[in-house]
Structures are given as C-alpha cells and as structure tokens.
C-alpha cells in the first residue's frame, strides 16, 4: 500500500506515471568556449562540453583527461587510520586470527577480496566472511561475532560496514574480539567502541575527500598497511596497482561521484581490469560477450555487476567472492555460470515482484514518499523494485517485505531529497536503519508501520520540495547534424569513466525527420532512423521507450532530441548512433 495520510496542507499531484522531464541547458559561454578550442584543440562540440561543465584552461581538461594517481591524498589523513595499522601490525607479529567481515553487495564483496589480499601479500593467511543476506541480514550481527569468538578470533575487521554497529562492537569487546571498523556510510549520533574507525564521513576526519566507496576505503587501508610495514616502494606499488581494477568495479557498482579520488582510482583501474590477469573478471565478461579488453564502466555497471550482486541476492555472496580471487579458470568458469544462472533467477523475481508492486500502489495518492510492502517478498531484489518504481514515478520509494512480524526493505530517492534523513527522523519507528542520501536500508516491526509510514510522511511533506518530484535533463550543448561525427564520438569516450557527477554528455539537436516507422526491439526498446536538413542520416536507440512509439510517424519532421553519440562496435563493425534520452515531436 501507498502512504495516503495528508497531516499538513503541503500537497502534491497524483501519483502518474513518470511526468515529461524538463531539460535543462547548461549555460555556455561561446567566448570561453572558443578559447578551450584553441587552447586544448578539441572539436567545437567538445569544447562546448567542457566548457559547460566548468573547464576553463588546456592544463584542467590535460589533468581531467589524464588523472594520475600521484594526485591520490596520503591514507595516514584519514582519522582513525594511525590506530589500525597499530593494532594490525600488533595482529601481525603475534600471529593472531584476524577475519575480515564483509557486505553481500559489490562493492563489499570487492572490499573484502582487497583487505584480504594485503594481508596475504604481507605473508599472513586471514579469514573472511560476508553474511547471508536472507538468514543474517546486513552488517555485523551477535551470534557471527560469538561464533568467531569460540573459534579464536582476535582481530575483526569490517569492511563497506559496522559505522553504526555499536552493539555488536561492545559484543566483540566483552567477548575478547577487537574491531576495526572500515566504512563510508553516513554515521549515527555515537561511533561504535572501536580500537578504531576508519570512515571518511565521521565526526573530526579531515581528509580531503568524502565520497569514497567501501572498496576505496578499503584500499586506502590496504595503502597504510603497507606503509606501515616497510614494504618496499616498487613491491608496494605493484600490489597496489594488481588491486585497482576491484577498486574500480566496487566504486562504479556503488555509484558514488566519479570526481577527485574515485575518478583517478576508476581511471587507473580500467586499464587493469582490461589486461585480464583477474581470471574470475576475464571468464565472466567471456560468457556475457562482453571482451575483456574492451569493457567499459557501462559494462561493470549493467553487466558484470548485476552478476556479482546475483549471488547475494539469490544464493551467497560467497560465490561472487571466491570469482573474484580464484586462480583457478576451469573454477572460474563455472562460477560464471553459476552466478549468470543467479541472475537470470534475480531477473525473473524481481519482475514478478515489480509487477505486483506496480499493483498496489495507489496512483490517486499525492503522498510524497511511495511505500508499499507485502508478505513473502524475495528480501534479495526489493530494493531493485525500488529503484524500478523510482524509474516510473520519479518520487522516493520505499518497498519492504514482510516476514515473522518484521519488515525489511529498501529505500530509493529523487536528488533534493534525503532519504537518509528522514529515515533518521522517524528512526523511533525503526529497529535499525543505514545508507546514504539516495538510497538506505531499514527494519522494523510490522506493527509500527502505520504510525512510520504517517512519521514519514509529516517529514517528506515539509522536506521534499514538489518541485523535486519533476525529473530534470541535464542538457549540455546543443548540437546541429555536422557534430554528428565519428571523430567527436571517440572524444567523448575520452571522457570516461562516467557516472555520477561525470554523466555521459547528452546534447540536444533539432530539425530532424523519420526516415521511417519507428522499430520496436525485445518488445522494449525503439530504433529510430533520422535524417537531417543536409540529407545525413543517423540511427538511434531508445532504451525501455518502446511505449513512446505512438508519438512517432514516418515522415514526422522537426523531431528535438536529447542523445549522446556513441561508436557502436558490433560483428567487427564500428557505426555512430544515438542513445535516446528524449525527445519532443514540435508542432
């Protein structure tokens, strides 16, 4: 069900599906723009990009277009780190158990693989483990850290985790077990009794970036702990480099701003990953069709990753795990296979899990904040719902499956507003919560649902503003036909790597017609052809708009598209197409 309580006059339109998107322009200074051409020596097209985007000079596009990881900050500014390497070194010379505590996701996973490699690479065998998600739920949990106990466990280190796991940490401490904590989600009030906690966002850090992922937290340990121990120069540096390319699947994967730190680590890390020396990453892309040396971010993000993700959601993360380590090919490839049979088990439950939520939702609410909940919902996907309702009403979303009196779920936001926060806001409704500003976790009792859902709503209604609730396209030049070129289409790939905070360019161009009917594909998908004023023809693809074909004709002219050209590489073959964003038919 929706939230329908209306506590306060601050109303909202009813719910619909996904209202037209207002683009917008970005600004763009032409003189600016003309002195970056000549400067930098780009096409007019790309100058106009960058200009937009903010470059003022050749020497900033030189460092954006080439981020070296000499500009990566020290890891001993972290606050927390001094102390870690203490006490691991402390593990080390001891011989004490220590076991890395991970999360079921990607970029837990790939947190996990990286602590785990620089102890192997210091000579100490460690254990890891990474709960099940259907039977322990995320992040640490009392009966995991008593079972380590009884086996000897002295150190634990968690990993994309335990920010807010204070109970758990005192477990640990009563029962013997000192905890490092390593995260890079939002703290609560009070830090959990830690010998000490590493997480960019706490209270008193002062290091200079904030948006790492677990895996980038992860490696910035690993990093320490290597300076600690005197290892030398070009060893270290080797290691550290063999590690960049699950460094930058974890930080794509966990879609945090590709900008500073993580853009040079995703950079660096591509080329890594492309050389296929991770036979796991090398089998995996085989069997997707996707060439190792040439997979791109869109591939981790849509591709691999899912795959990754496939295991802890339908089976154990384990397996995604073991993928990314094993030395092993003939292991290696049937671990491909088994988490692309995951995946496609994912795929199937979450469609029927959508398809029923889409069911219960109440499109005559004008509630702000989507919650809609059921019994025997698949724990494993429902945040993927989430993010599907997200796509299709463009307001926050929350969906929780219900189970033995407690309810589970996931939240998805709209950029204006908090999601996060207001969870914290109605946190006396909720056993436990954790996340980020798009996107969290929750539980609570199925009991207070009602009185969380009104919280909620009292909190949305005075702090999402409506105008947030209209999706918005980041336009960043226009364009006429005589851009539409290869040459520009390979420069913009020179902008990689893209997600957030470095989007791929989308541009818009006017006064186009159809060729022809438009084609449907997979029963989803539109493929228009288009001819411009000078007869040059174009072909473009809009994913999941097969719906919008009825407002296309062969023969309809003064088409307004919003795309980003890309090189098509398909059978040997290279095209330049579009990826439709949107589009408008004029009049």
Not at 495 to 509: D, K, Q, S, T, Y
């Amino acid at each position: 069900m929706t939230t329908v309580t209306r506590p306060s006059d601050h109303s909202y339109v009813a719910l619909r599906d996904r209202p037209p998107a207002r683009w917008d322009v970005r600004p763009l200074d032409r003189a600016a723009a003309g002195r970056l051409q000549n400067e930098a020596r780009l096409s007019p097209l790309i100058s106009r990009i960058l200009s937009a985007r903010g470059f003022a000079s050749a020497g900033e596009v030189e460092a954006f277009l080439r981020p070296a990881l000499s500009g990566l900050h020290d890891p001993f500014e972290m606050a927390g780190m001094d102390a870690a390497v203490a006490r691991i070194g402390l593990a080390l010379e001891r011989r004490e158990s220590v076991l890395v505590y991970g999360d079921y996701d990607v970029d837990g996973i790939t947190s996990t693989a990286i602590v785990a490699s620089a102890f192997g690479f210091l000579g100490a065998g460690i254990d890891t483990y990474i709960p099940h998600r259907l039977d322990e739920g995320y992040g640490l949990n009392v009966e995991a850290i008593r079972k380590f106990a009884e086996r000897g466990v002295k150190l634990l280190i968690t990993v994309d985790n335990g920010i807010t796991a204070i109970e758990e940490v005192a477990e640990a401490n009563r029962l013997g077990v000192d905890v490092i904590v390593t995260d890079h989600h939002e703290p609560g009030e009070n830090l959990p009794p830690a010998v000490a906690v590493i997480d960019p966002k706490q209270p008193g850090c002062d290091y200079p970036f904030k948006e790492l992922c677990g895996a980038g937290v992860a490696f910035k340990l690993a990093h320490a702990m290597l300076k600690s121990r005197g290892v030398e120069a070009n060893d270290a540096k080797q290691f550290l480099r063999s590690q960049l390319d699950l460094v930058a699947l974890g930080t794509v994967a966990d879609i945090v701003p590709l900008k500073d730190e993580n853009r040079r680590l995703v950079a660096n890390g591509m080329p890594v990953l492309r050389d296929g020396a991770r036979v796991g990453l090398q089998q995996l892309a085989q069997l997707i069709n996707v060439p190792i040396e040439e997979v791109t971010t869109g591939d981790l993000a849509f591709k691999i990753s899912p795959r990754l993700n496939a295991a802890g959601r339908t089976d154990h993360a384990e397996r995604a795990l073991e993928l990314l380590v094993t030395e092993d090919t003939n292991r290696a490839r049937e671990l491909s296979s088994m988490l692309d049979r995951f995946n496609s088990d994912r795929r199937r439950i979450e469609a029927d899990i959508t398809e029923e939520a889409f069911g219960l939702i109440d499109e005559a609410s004008d509630s702000p904040v989507i919650v809609v909940h059921s019994e025997g919902w698949h724990p494993g996907v429902i945040g993927i719902v989430a993010s599907r309702i997200l796509e299709r009403y463009h307001r926050p979303a929350i969906v929780l499956g219900i189970e033995n009196g407690w309810a589970k779920g996931s939240a998805r936001s709209v950029r204006g507003f908090d999601v996060h926060a207001a969870l914290d806001a109605c946190s006396g409704h909720l056993e436990r919560f954790g996340g980020h500003t798009m996107a969290a976790g929750l539980r609570l009792r199925s009991s207070a649902l009602a009185d969380f859902c009104a919280s909620l709503d009292v909190h949305a209604r005075g702090a999402l503003p409506s105008e947030a609730l209209i999706p918005s396209l980041r336009i960043d030049a226009t364009a006429t036909c005589e851009d539409l070129t290869m040459d520009n289409a390979r420069a913009l790939e020179k902008l990689e790597p893209f997600g957030m905070a470095n989007a791929r360019p989308v541009i818009a161009i006017e006064g186009l017609t159809l060729v022809e009917e438009p084609r449907i594909l997979k029963g989803r998908h539109i493929k228009l052809h288009l001819a411009g004023p000078d007869g040059r023809s174009v072909w473009a693809i809009g994913f999941a708009m097969a719906d919008r074909a009825d407002e296309l004709r062969a023969g309809c002219k003064n088409l307004r598209l919003a795309a980003t050209p890309f090189v098509n590489r398909w059978a040997g073959r290279t095209n330049l197409e579009l990826q439709l964003k949107d589009f408008s038919t004029g009049k």
